[in-house]
């Protein structure tokens, strides 16, 4: 099975796979992305919310940690809401439950820079994400990221810029 079989495999595993990107377009959009915020990014290292941005950033991601209720991750500070990261950001990952996402959508998708908004498996909210989807801004939900990083083959553009 090539790449694209594999990308095309678990974009169909979403149960949003009719409103989310394509594998052209999500191929596309985890190229560009190098600034990722991670709303809810977990301090404990064995859960998803940890384990996934901690790959990203070794896969060459800078990763802006949000976790009110945390001091440093992945050596940087943790900003306490989306509102205190002031950086121009590609993506935001929200490890929210999904009664929880729709006021982190709303917050990311009214960001200047338009970010994506990527709601991990087992997490979406429809109105939420078609209110954002209608604004312009592209919403990827229920999907895996590190699942579709893998079935790329492992191609997330490593960042040109040091910070």
């Known amino acids: 099975m090539d790449n694209r079989e594999r990308l095309e495999r678990v974009l169909r595993s979403s149960r949003d796979r009719v409103s989310n990107p394509g594998p052209d377009e999500i191929r596309a959009l985890i190229r560009k992305t190098d600034m990722v ?9 064995m859960k998803p919310a940890r384990r996934i941005p901690s790959y990203l950033a070794a896969m060459g991601a800078h990763i802006i940690p949000i976790n009110p209720l945390a001091g440093r ?3 940087k500070p943790a900003r306490k809401s989306l509102e205190d990261v002031h950086e121009k ?3 935001v990952i929200i490890f929210r439950p999904s009664e929880q996402v ?6 990311a998708a009214a960001r200047p820079e338009r970010p994506i908004i990527w709601l991990p498996e087992g997490v979406r909210d429809d109105e939420a994400a078609a209110e954002a989807r209608a604004a312009g801004v592209t919403v ?21 810029r040091t910070r």
């Open 37 to 45: 915020t991670v709303v809810g990014m977990s301090r404990d290292p």
């Open 73 to 75: 991750m992945l050596g």
């Open 89 to 91: 950001v590609d993506m």
């Open 102 to 107: 729709a006021p982190f959508v709303r917050a």
């Open 140 to 160: 990827v939900q229920d999907l895996c990221i590190y699942r579709v990083h893998r079935a790329m083959g492992g191609t997330l553009r490593k960042a040109a």
